[in-house]
């Protein structure tokens, strides 16, 4: 049961997008078509999948002063890996993408994940973690480039709607459409999830990544020294 | 002592995690480096046949001293037409823009396509690239650059400027 609550959190309770707001440039650049969207949400899965199990199963090894470095090394493996492999044997899909796929190694999901899940999880969680958060991210990127697509191009997948062609909105096509389709989106997953979405940690203490750190070398949060430094 | 040690499992670690990553890449692009170059070479062979549809032979020249560093390579296209394969970047470009520009005898352009782009999708999908069609090396620089897409217009324009002088002093080499 709590393997499945691991897979489905990344879907809408916890949805990467929508909820936890992360990955906000390639979900607005990559969100104009459906075709985009999927490929760049299948990408991102797959690299969320394997960096995860891969920090996982190191967890123990990596010291925590070098832990971020060595979650890039993987990421940054995993993204040219998938490059790699895409520019190979799915070249058209590779264009399409562009810059974007290369972009995925700065993605805060999973530098996210890697951090809050990963490194506290093994490896089976892990990875189901990854699946689930990259399938919320590809869910997200469909619904946006749905609308974005249909409304904004009179088209799905490229494919033309012909009643639709007098009644086109290009502006959702565009950038701004894109931030007024995301924060209609948020704004109805808020509605939909209320009181069950996680609370944002605030900016104190609890909510650094580096209180682990403080709490060891015996130093209080907020003191002189703690600032200083 | 115990700091010490610390430091040096940190950078043991990383090095480690860095050479086994490096060793997996190179792997991958042993098998996929063919296949890519295989998907490179048949774009380009696209392109070609898009600028120059009835081709019946094709032989590379050697591009000429003093042509631009855009012009990758130079295509002598039925005895008698040129094709030539630019790579350019705009002033924000992430990555290359590949143009291929198809050039007659008497160095009027034939066809332009955009090979590969990553920035706007819409630029050189539309009709802006056949702008140039019938252009020379003196009228070129005629056609309006793209609204929105200044720079990379503004750098699709300097590519074709550069493969038609490439052309002039490829013809130039051949008659002197």
């Known amino acids: 049961m709590k393997k499945i609550k691991v897979f489905t959190n990344g879907l809408i309770k916890e949805n990467p997008v929508l909820v936890l707001v992360l990955?906000?440039?390639?979900?607005?650049?990559?969100?104009?078509?459906?075709?985009?969207?999927?490929?760049?949400?299948?990408?991102?899965?797959?690299?969320?999948?394997c960096s995860n199990a891969v920090i996982s199963l190191l967890r123990k090894v990596i010291p925590d002063t070098v832990r971020i470095p060595c979650y890039i090394v993987v990421i940054a493996g995993f993204v040219t890996l998938v490059q790699m492999l895409m520019e190979a044997y799915l070249p058209d899909l590779y264009d399409m993408l562009g810059v974007y796929l290369a972009l995925i190694v700065v993605n805060c999901i999973i530098l996210g994940r890697a951090e809050m899940f990963a490194n506290k999880h093994n490896v089976f969680e892990s990875a189901l973690d990854g699946l689930g958060m990259g399938?919320?991210?590809?869910?997200?990127?469909l619904l946006m480039a749905t609308v974005r697509e249909v409304l904004g191009n009179a088209s799905f997948a490229g494919m033309s709607i012909g009643f639709l062609q007098d009644y086109k909105i290009p502006i959702l096509t565009a950038p701004p459409g894109g931030f007024l389709v995301f924060g209609c989106m948020i704004a109805l997953v808020a509605y939909l999830t209320r009181g069950k979405a996680p609370i944002k940690k605030s900016f104190d203490c609890e909510g650094c990544p580096s209180a682990a750190f403080c709490r060891k070398e015996g130093k209080a949060c907020g003191t002189a020294e703690t600032e200083a430094k | 002592m115990k700091k010490m040690n610390g430091n040096v499992k940190s950078v043991?670690?990383?090095?480690?995690?860095?050479?086994?990553?490096?060793?997996?890449?190179?792997?991958?692009?042993?098998?996929?480096?063919?296949?890519?170059?295989?998907?490179?070479?048949?774009?380009?062979?696209?392109?070609?046949?898009t600028v120059?549809?009835?081709?019946?032979?094709?032989?590379?020249?050697?591009?000429?001293?003093?042509?631009?560093?855009t012009v990758k390579s130079i295509y002598i296209v039925n005895d008698e037409l040129y094709a030539v394969v630019l790579a350019t970047t705009s002033a924000y470009s992430s990555g290359d823009m590949g143009i291929t520009v198809?050039?007659?005898?008497?160095?009027?352009?034939t066809g332009v396509t955009l090979t590969s782009y990553f920035e706007s999708?819409?630029?050189g999908k539309d009709t802006y690239p056949n702008n140039y069609i019938g252009k020379d090396v003196n009228s070129y620089a005629d056609v309006d650059t793209f609204s929105g897409v200044t720079y990379s217009s503004m750098a699709f324009k300097k590519?074709?400027?550069?493969?038609?002088?490439?052309?002039?002093?490829?013809?130039?080499?051949?008659?002197?």
């Open chain 2, 102 to 109: 198809g050039i007659s005898a008497d160095g009027r352009i």
């Open chain 2, 12 to 49: 043991i670690v990383l090095t480690a995690i860095c050479l086994i990553v490096t060793a997996l890449l190179a792997v991958t692009n042993h098998f996929t480096a063919p296949v890519i170059k295989d998907a490179r070479d048949k774009k380009i062979e696209r392109s070609l046949k």
């Open chain 1, 135 to 141: 399938f919320g991210f590809t869910l997200a990127l």
């Open chain 2, 52 to 69: 120059i549809p009835e081709m019946y032979s094709i032989r590379e020249a050697v591009i000429p001293e003093g042509a631009a560093s």
């Open chain 1, 23 to 49: 990955g906000t440039c390639p979900t607005l650049a990559m969100s104009v078509s459906v075709i985009n969207a999927i490929a760049m949400g299948l990408a991102a899965t797959a690299v969320l999948i």
């Open chain 2, 121 to 123: 999708k819409d630029f």
């Open chain 2, 159 to 176: 590519a074709i400027g550069d493969a038609l002088q490439a052309v002039e002093l490829l013809k130039g080499g051949a008659e002197g």
